[in-house]
């Protein structure tokens, strides 16, 4: 691991929560738009509980709602309109343990920089939140055992979490993920591990199948598509550009779960089953489970 890497681990696994110690710059294209978009992250210390979170363009994320989105997640507030493919950025944002965080972005859309959320944590530096002089609490949600979502081929459902003898171990959220998706050949995948998140899912890019490509670009999407930012599968299920991470494409489904489940604005504890996957299934889960 790197210096970084326990850095992010040490401020994931804290009970205490975390911002960034400097501001962070992002620019790229939208992998759908094609559009060049930047994003700026600035260090956040709320004045008081009711302010704690990520301040998105201004407005709380509480204030924000999920629009319907088949290929990636899209938010949508009545004052500033709609933002899309969070997903990576608040995927790294977890993973480095950072809690509270301002937003600003000048495009509809995220960048994708290389199609992981690699590029998104490697400048991230957390460190512990402070209001009024003291260092904040943070706090869990507990997945409801009764979860159990279905739509379509897509399934996912809590499973009773073992304990882990591992001093690497994730400490609150375990996912076991199975991908279906002919032609690609099944792949399983885990996040159980520090290893696992920030050496298998965190670098995972995100995929489709060239199958799909005619169909994609007369819906006017994947504008941005390039073999650097997207492993794309061919007829026999196999990668035009060859990967080092073993069943990427499983771990990239974890990484787009753990980017969706940051919108709780709590961290998720507990342990998930997922079958293929789906942002629309991440989006009906998240509903189940937030509180009342």
Same mark, same amino acid.
């Given at each position: /691991?790197? &210096?970084?890497?326990?850095? *992010?681990?040490?401020?994931?696994?804290?009970?205490?929560?975390?911002?960034?110690?400097?501001?962070?710059?992002?620019?790229?294209?939208?992998?759908?738009? !094609?559009?060049?978009?930047?994003?700026?992250?600035?260090?956040?210390?709320?004045?008081?509980?009711?302010?704690?979170?990520?301040? &998105?363009?201004?407005?709380?994320?509480?204030? *924000?709602?999920?629009?319907?989105?088949?290929?990636?997640?899209?938010?949508?507030?009545?004052?500033?309109?709609?933002?899309?493919?969070?997903?990576? &950025?608040?995927?790294?944002?977890?993973?480095? !343990?950072?809690?509270?965080? /301002? +937003?600003?972005?000048?495009?509809?859309?995220? %960048? +994708?920089?290389?199609?992981?959320?690699?590029?998104?944590?490697? %400048?991230?530096?957390?460190?512990?939140?402070?209001?009024?002089? /003291?260092?904040?609490?943070?706090?869990?949600?507990?997945?409801?055992?009764?979860? @159990?979502?279905? *739509?379509?081929?897509?399934?996912?459902?809590?499973?009773?979490?073992?304990?882990?003898?591992?001093? @690497?171990?994730?400490?609150?959220?375990?996912?076991?993920?199975?991908?279906?998706?002919?032609?690609?050949?099944?792949?399983?995948?885990?996040?159980?591990?520090?290893?696992?998140?920030?050496?298998?899912?965190?670098?995972?890019?995100?995929?489709?199948?060239?199958?799909?490509?005619?169909?994609? $670009?007369?819906?006017?999407?994947?504008?941005?598509?390039?073999?650097?930012?997207? $492993?794309?599968?061919?007829?026999?299920?196999?990668?035009?550009?060859?990967?080092?991470?073993?069943?990427?494409?499983?771990?990239?489904? +974890?990484?787009?779960?753990?980017?969706?489940?940051?919108?709780?604005?709590?961290?998720?504890?507990?342990?998930?089953?997922? +079958?293929?996957?789906?942002?629309?299934?991440?989006?009906?889960?998240?509903?189940?489970?937030?509180?009342?």
């Amino acid at each position: /691991m790197s &210096l970084n890497t326990h850095r *992010w681990s040490e401020a994931l696994r804290s009970t205490h929560r975390h911002t960034l110690s400097s501001p962070v710059r992002y620019q790229g294209v939208g992998v759908h738009s !094609g559009l060049s978009s930047t994003v700026h992250l600035t260090p956040y210390h709320p004045r008081s509980d009711q302010y704690l979170g990520v301040i &998105l363009l201004g407005h709380p994320l509480s204030e *924000w709602k999920i629009s319907e989105s088949l290929w990636s997640t899209s938010l949508i507030h009545p004052k500033r309109g709609r933002v899309s493919m969070t997903e990576h &950025l608040f995927a790294a944002l977890y993973a480095a !343990g950072i809690d509270d965080v /301002m +937003i600003e972005i000048d495009a509809e859309e995220l %960048p +994708i920089l290389d199609g992981s959320a690699l590029e998104y944590i490697t %400048p991230l530096d957390p460190t512990p939140t402070i209001q009024g002089g /003291m260092i904040i609490q943070r706090e869990a949600i507990d997945l409801p055992l009764d979860l @159990h979502i279905t *739509w379509l081929e897509s399934s996912i459902k809590t499973l009773i979490r073992p304990p882990i003898d591992n001093a @690497h171990a994730l400490s609150q959220l375990q996912i076991h993920l199975t991908l279906e998706l002919p032609p690609i050949k099944t792949q399983r995948a885990t996040l159980l591990t520090i290893e696992d998140l920030y050496h298998r899912v965190i670098p995972a890019k995100t995929f489709g199948l060239l199958s799909d490509e005619e169909a994609l $670009r007369s819906q006017g999407l994947i504008k941005g598509v390039s073999h650097e930012n997207t $492993r794309v599968y061919d007829d026999t299920g196999e990668p035009l550009t060859p990967s080092m991470i073993s069943s990427e494409a499983a771990h990239h489904k +974890i990484l787009d779960i753990i980017g969706d489940l940051y919108l709780l604005s709590r961290r998720p504890r507990g342990s998930l089953e997922v +079958i293929r996957g789906s942002h629309r299934l991440n989006h009906k889960a998240l509903y189940f489970i937030k509180p009342s």
